[in-house]
C-alpha cells in the first residue's frame, strides 16, 4: 500500500486548507485510515481517523469542530478539512492506513504510512 499525501502549505489563521491522500491498493475500502501530524520538536499525534465504510469518525479534542475527515473509495481517498486554523495547526501532516481488523486511533496500529505534507498557520 502506498499513500501520498497533498495539499499542504502556509496559510494565515483563521483560514483553511484540505488535505488529500491517495492510495494505491485494490482493497481501500476495506482499510480504516487516519490522519496524525508532528509539530515542531514534538511527537508525532493523532487528528482525525475514519472507519472502513465511512463510519465512525474520531477526532482529537484539539480539533474538534474545525477538521473534518472523510473518504472517497471509489477514488483511493481520504481528506481532511481544515477549517479556522491556528498557530498550534502548524505541523507535518501524515495519512495513514490500518488495514484492521480492529479499528484503532493509536499510532502503532497503523500499517502503512504517506511522507507528510507540511502545513504551517502564520498568526
Known amino acids: 500500500v502506498q499513500l501520498q499525501a497533498s495539499g499542504g502549505g502556509m496559510v494565515q489563521a483563521g483560514g483553511s486548507l484540505r488535505l488529500s491522500c491517495a492510495a494505491s491498493?485494490?482493497?481501500?475500502?476495506?482499510?480504516?485510515m487516519g490522519w496524525f501530524r508532528r509539530p515542531p520538536g514534538k511527537e508525532r499525534q493523532f487528528v482525525a481517523a475514519?472507519?472502513?465504510?465511512?463510519?465512525?469518525?474520531y477526532y482529537d479534542d484539539s480539533v474538534k469542530g474545525r477538521f473534518t475527515i472523510s473518504r472517497d473509495d471509489a477514488k483511493k481517498m481520504v481528506f481532511l478539512q481544515m477549517n479556522n486554523l491556528n498557530a498550534e495547526d502548524t505541523a507535518v501532516y501524515y495519512c495513514?492506513?490500518?488495514?484492521?481488523?480492529?479499528?484503532?486511533?493509536?499510532?502503532?496500529?497503523?500499517?502503512?504510512w504517506g511522507q507528510g505534507t507540511q502545513v504551517t498557520v502564520s498568526s
Open positions: 491498493g485494490h482493497t481501500f475500502s476495506t482499510y480504516h
Open positions: 475514519i472507519k472502513s465504510g465511512g463510519a465512525p469518525t
Open positions: 495513514a492506513a490500518d488495514l484492521g481488523p480492529q479499528f484503532a486511533v493509536v499510532e502503532i496500529m497503523y500499517d502503512f
